[in-house]
């Protein structure tokens, strides 16, 4: 069975083809016991019916890209790495060099599970091509993986659902023809940042330049309490989570105004009942804030609030994807000259993947002491922050590749969320 490059893949493949990052979702699961390895290589086996593309190799050929299986399986996903006689600084360091091994859509597996085998429990380091799923596309996998292993470990029948189509036809499903000229023909651009380059933070000096992962944990104290403030000042979490990232940033770098970029799931535009598969529904909103020093955390998330509400209320964000979809049946060389020229990457974004739900994320009963989804590598001045939620604790999480420098402004940004954050708890 042959399997469509989709319209979305092309512009994740391009994304990162074009802007130098591989485009990449993490997702780290600690936890307190060990995992049976066999059984979860039968589970990761078992998904490729619903979930095929995860072992296949991007292709890119000259007037089309293409879907390559050349057999690879479980095997060639699941690597198991034990780290039992390490100490737990050196178990720690190799499980982030786990973490943060990229993985080339072109030359293997869509998705790599890393399993670092410690004295204190394996941790899962599970990386996955942005190509093929977005931040809630990871997680239903994830959950799929979970459901599967522990019917396997339990001696039921692991039966996977089939493949779903993963195309966008089921956004624009509940479109008339005239409501997809509207869209097609809008001036409206979710990708265009050119012009906004005098936002690349603080200028940081030349020097060894290495990978490297910052994550701060806000409790479910600080979380609750800034759910409050967020709902009293008309937003969301999520408004203030990003109120929290554009502060930081400002008062950082020096600057009184951001461009915000945010993922926005466009799943809400598929109508109830029509089934789409495992892909990528995300576009970006833009919010242009001030953060003036007199402002407080209330009045930044009300700014948020207000820009994000535009977007939630309107279908202007499709129109970016609407165009895409036309232009991405052009021949695929011609893609690659023409993204770089059309598309704008922003320099900072915020994306929030959400709730891990730990009733789903489960291998058979095994505790999970945390599980957070981190983002792709990103090289300075470009800066992306993740947060995902789990047990009611939210993980503000970032990767980069830099100096030492440059890591230790992204450590700053995130001790300032996290301090605010946490702040608001003790009040």
């Known amino acids: ?94 499980t982030l060099r786990l973490l943060l091994e990229e993985i080339d859509p ?18 899962i380091c599970m990386t996955a091509s942005h190509i093929i799923a977005d931040g809630a596309g990871f997680k239903e996998y994830l959950y799929l993986l ?127 009942g029509m089934g789409c598969g495992i892909s990528n529904y995300t576009t970006f909103c833009v919010c242009r804030l001030t953060v003036g020093p007199q402002d407080t955390l209330a009045d930044t998330i009300k700014q948020v609030s207000a820009a994000m509400g535009a977007y939630k209320s309107s279908d202007d964000v499709l129109a970016t994807y609407a165009k895409w979809k036309l232009m991405s049946m052009l021949a695929f060389f011609y893609l690659r000259w023409v993204f770089p020229i059309i598309i704008h990457p922003p320099i900072v974004t915020f994306t929030n993947p959400g709730i891990i739900d730990a009733q789903r994320l489960g291998f058979d009963g095994l505790g999970v002491k945390a599980a957070y989804i981190m983002p792709a590598i990103h090289q300075r001045p470009q800066l992306q922050v993740c947060s995902s939620t789990f047990k009611g604790c939210c993980y503000l999480s970032s990767n980069n590749y830099g100096t030492a420098s440059d890591q230790q402004f992204v450590a700053a940004v995130l001790d300032k969320m996290h301090g605010e954050a946490e702040a608001l708890a003790g009040q």
Not at 21 to 40: H, Q
Not at 45 to 73: K, N
Not at 217 to 233: D, E, F
Request: aromatic residues 10%; contains cysteine; hydrophobic residues 45%.
């Open 1 to 94: 069975m042959g399997y469509k490059v989709e319209a979305f893949d092309k512009w994740q493949y391009l994304m990162g083809a074009s802007f130098n990052y591989r485009p990449l979702i993490r997702c780290r699961i600690g936890l307190d016991g060990r995992i049976d390895t066999d059984m979860l290589k039968q589970a990761v086996a078992a998904s490729l019916a619903t979930f095929p593309l995860a072992a296949f190799r991007f292709g890119r050929g000259f007037l089309r890209a293409h879907w390559q299986d050349d057999g690879l399986g479980a095997e060639d996903i699941v690597h198991v790495a034990d780290l039992t006689a390490m100490g737990g600084a050196d178990a720690e360091e190799e």
């Open 106 to 123: 072109e030359g293997g597996p869509q998705l790599r599970l890393n399993i670092a085998r410690r004295a204190d429990g394996d941790t």
């Open 146 to 272: 979970c459901e599967l292993y522990t019917k396997i470990k339990r001696g039921q029948a692991a039966e996977p659902g089939p493949f779903v189509k993963r195309g966008m036809g089921p956004l624009f499903a509940g479109f008339g023809l005239a409501g997809k000229l509207r869209l097609v023909f809008s001036k409206y651009s979710s990708h265009r940042f050119k012009g906004d380059l005098g936002q690349l933070g603080v200028d940081f000096p030349g020097g060894e330049s290495r990978a490297f992962s910052e994550v701060r944990a806000v409790s479910a104290a600080g979380l609750a309490a800034l759910r409050t403030l967020a709902k009293a000042s008309g937003g969301t979490v999520n408004d203030a989570l990003m109120a929290l990232f554009a502060r930081a940033f400002c008062n950082l770098s020096g600057t009184t105004g951001i461009v915000m970029p945010a993922t926005i799931d466009l799943r809400r535009f598929i109508p109830e």
